[in-house]
Each structure stands twice: as C-alpha cells, then as structure tokens.
C-alpha cells in the first residue's frame, strides 16, 4: 500500500537520522521510525489513523525535532512497512500490536500523540498504562460508540471501490480539497481502501469495540484534543461524546479550516500548540499544581477548563 513518495520519504527521514526499527511482537514484525530529537521536551509518540503511516507525521516530526528529545512513529499492523498479521488484520491483532510495541519503545513517560483510528488507540493505550503516558494529545480522534446500525453506515464510508467515491472521500478528509492533487490522492485512496486486509479489519470492528465512557473518565494525564470544525468524516455525535466525557482537565479546542486530515494541512500550527501544551505541562509539574488553560492568543475561554480555539 506505500506509494513511492513515501518509500523516497522514509529514506530521507532515515538519513536525518530517523531510524527504521522491525520489532517482533506476537502478531508479526512492525515498523518504526525512532530518531533524536535536539531539544528537551518530553519524547513524543505518534500514532496514525486507519490505512496512513509513520510517513505521514513527516512534517510534524521535521518541526518537533528542535523542541523534543526523541521522536517515534510506529506503522500499525498491516500499514506502511510492517507485516501483515500471520493470522490476518483484525481488532484484536491491531490493538496487541500497537500495545506490544508501544510498551516496548516508551521507556520514559512520553507525549502520546494519535489522529483518528490512532486517537481511538491513544485513549485505550493511556486508560490502560498511564504512567508511560506524561500528556495527551488527541487530533479528531474516533472510537466514539454508535449503535450497530450507525456503525455499519460508518464503516461503509471507507469502502470504497469507485474513483469517484475516492474523490467525495477527499473532498471530506481535508479543509480545503487540493484541486491539483485531489485525483491523484484519490487514487492513492482507492488503492488502499480496497485493500483485502483493511476491509478485514473493518469488517471485524463491532459497537463492543469501541470507546466507553469511563475510559475517557480515567484519563489522570493532561490531555489536549483538537476537532476540525470541517470534520466531515467522523460524525457530530463523536465530538459530543468526547465533550461530554473527557475529564475537566483536558482541554478541548475547535479550530476553523481544520478537516479531518488537519495536521496535514496545519503541521505548523499544529505542532506550535502541542509545544506550547507540553511546556505548559513540564511547568505545571515543576509547581505541582494543575495544569491550567493555556488560551495564548487565539481563543476564547468557554470554562475554566475548556476551550474553543478559533484557529
């Protein structure tokens, strides 16, 4: 599923210094680009949504480098350059993998960082060994519940067998659709939403996968999500329910021209306000107080612990 951009892309990454990494865990070898940093902040971990990669954290890792200590990004089972499961792509081979590498990588607490599917998988991950886990920071993440029927309609958004269908899918994963690039990214898309093994892992996600509430409420770390208010593929009812079940630490901002795919289109941005939030985290533990809302000069307080940045 790797396109040559992104083969060319990991070797440049990997003469920067970037590593590549093959662990050998219970479902198979998984890639990961494990590489220095040059600054102090905390190491920060990245994990990517459903049929992406490492490669694509390629501009936040090139803008992080200066500020962090280490950087990581692991491919998840079945995705970039690590194997398929011997047994096949399922829930249960992609989340004991991720898990079995992250517990192997992190050895300090870290910065854990996912978008979509690897949002869903940093709240499951930080529920589950939260001391590995110094802050998080969660863009547009899924794994909300939805009934079986409103799962099924969801999961059907990414089969995909028709250009055309890869194009509407474009033009709802980003902000602003790039009209120079849309028929090849949609391309790109179909290919991988086709894939045998992607549509297994689709096709073995139930409701009783999902997120549920008292994970969300166990989360003790200072967390940060970001929502796109052009998120077109993840439904409404996912940012009501993380707005309602997050626990009042975690601040929760709106960014305008932010799509699902928003660190793509913002990496500056996006890795401006992660900087600002983990220094604003080191400071609060340097006090021992709790971490306060950092509102700089974007946004506008809804509470003393929310807020909606108008980005």
Not at 60 to 82: E, K, Y
Not at 240 to 260: D, K, S, T, V, Y
């Amino acid at each position: 599923m790797l396109t040559v951009p992104e083969r060319l892309a990991r070797r440049v990454l990997n003469a920067r210094g970037y590593r590549s990494r093959w662990l050998h865990t219970s479902v198979g070898r998984l890639h990961v680009l494990d590489g220095p940093g040059r600054g102090d902040l905390p190491p920060v971990v990245m994990l990517h949504g459903f049929s992406a990669n490492a490669i694509s954290y390629v501009g936040l890792l090139r803008r992080f480098a200066p500020h962090s200590r280490r950087l990581v990004a692991p491919d998840c089972p079945g995705h970039g350059f690590s194997e398929v499961p011997l047994g096949g792509l399922d829930r249960d081979a992609m989340m004991a993998g991720m898990f079995e590498v992250l517990d192997r990588v992190i050895d300090e607490p870290v910065v854990l960082l996912g978008t979509s599917m690897g949002g869903f998988g940093a709240v499951r991950y930080a529920a589950r060994s939260p001391k590995k886990v110094r802050a998080l920071v969660l863009i547009c993440p899924g794994g909300a519940p939805m009934t079986p029927e409103g799962l099924q309609d969801f999961l059907d958004t990414f089969r995909i067998d028709r250009h055309r269908e890869a194009l509407a899918f474009v033009d709802r994963m980003l902000a602003r659709s790039p009209r120079g690039l849309r028929h090849l990214l949609a391309h790109g898309i179909r290919g991988r939403f086709t894939n045998p093994q992607l549509r297994r892992l689709l096709d073995s996600l139930g409701p009783e996968d999902l997120l549920q509430p008292d994970e969300l409420a166990s989360l003790r770390m200072p967390t940060l999500m970001l929502w796109g208010r052009e998120e077109m593929i993840l439904p409404p009812a996912h940012l009501e329910f993380f707005q309602r079940h997050l626990p009042q630490h975690a601040q929760l901002e709106i960014w305008n021209q932010f799509g699902h795919c928003g660190y793509l289109e913002q990496p500056r941005a996006v890795t401006d306000r992660v900087l600002r939030f983990a220094r604003t985290v080191i400071r609060a533990e340097s006090r021992n107080r709790p971490i306060e809302v950092d509102d700089g000069v974007h946004g506008v307080t809804q509470s003393v612990h929310r807020t909606a940045h108008l980005h």
